[in-house]
C-alpha cells in the first residue's frame, strides 16, 4: 500500500513541477513614456491605386491631461492638406501599451475628417473624381492592428485603413474608394 502512496506521490509531483515550469503567457505592460515626443518621417498614402508618399510627415506624442494611462497625438501639419487629405489631426490617442519582445504594442482611436463644398477640398480627394462636383466627402479610418514602438530605433509605425466617400452635388452622384495610410517616424533629437 505504501509503495502505491508513494508512486502517486512522485506522479502528481511530476505533473506539479511540469505544469508550473509552463510558459509565462503574461504580457508585461510598457513604460509609454518612452514613447513621448517629437517624430518626423514618412507618410504613405493609397488612394485606390494612386499612391504618395510624404517625406518628413511630422507628428507629436504627448501626455494625455485626460487619462494617465495613454498618450495623445497630433499628427501631420496643415502645410499637407492637398497631399494627404488630412492636414493636421489632433487627439489621436494611444493606449494599451504592452511590451512584446521589446516592442511596445498599443491601440489608437480612429481618425474621421469630412469636407463639404463650404470647405476648400483638399487636391487629393477631389482628383477622386473629375465627372461630378463634391458636396461632401468623408474619410473614415481606423487602425485595426494597432502600432508598435521600437526603443532601440526610436520609431513609431502604424497603419491606417479605411474609406473615402464623396457625394455630388446632384443627387446620385457618388463615389467610393479604399484608402490606406502607412506611417513609420522616427523620433526628432
Known amino acids: 500500500m505504501k509503495k502505491y502512496l508513494r508512486q502517486n506521490l512522485w506522479v502528481i509531483l511530476l505533473i506539479i513541477t511540469l505544469v508550473s515550469c509552463g510558459k509565462d503567457d503574461k504580457v508585461l505592460p510598457f513604460d509609454k513614456n518612452l514613447a513621448l515626443g517629437d517624430y518626423s518621417g514618412t507618410c504613405t498614402v493609397n488612394y485606390g491605386k494612386e499612391t ?3 517625406e518628413d510627415y511630422p507628428a507629436e506624442f504627448m501626455m494625455n491631461s485626460l487619462d494617465r494611462s495613454s498618450l495623445s497625438a497630433t499628427l501631420g501639419a496643415d502645410s499637407f492638406r492637398d497631399k494627404d487629405g488630412l492636414g493636421k489631426v489632433g487627439n489621436v490617442i494611444l493606449s494599451n501599451f504592452l511590451n512584446d ?3 511596445a504594442n498599443f491601440r489608437m482611436t480612429g481618425i474621421e475628417v469630412e469636407y463639404s463644398n463650404s470647405i476648400i477640398i483638399p487636391e487629393v480627394i477631389s482628383n477622386q473624381v473629375s ?4 458636396k461632401r466627402a468623408v474619410l473614415t479610418l481606423t487602425c485595426e492592428n494597432g502600432g508598435q514602438f521600437d526603443p532601440n530605433r526610436q520609431e513609431i509605425s502604424f497603419v491606417y485603413k479605411g474609406r473615402l466617400e464623396i457625394t455630388g452635388t446632384q443627387s446620385n452622384q457618388q463615389f ?3 484608402v490606406i495610410y502607412s506611417f513609420v517616424l522616427k523620433k526628432n533629437k
Not at 131 to 134: G, K, L, T, V
Open 101 to 103: 519582445r521589446g516592442y
Open 176 to 178: 467610393a474608394n479604399s
Open 131 to 134: 465627372s461630378f462636383d463634391i
Open 52 to 54: 504618395a508618399v510624404i
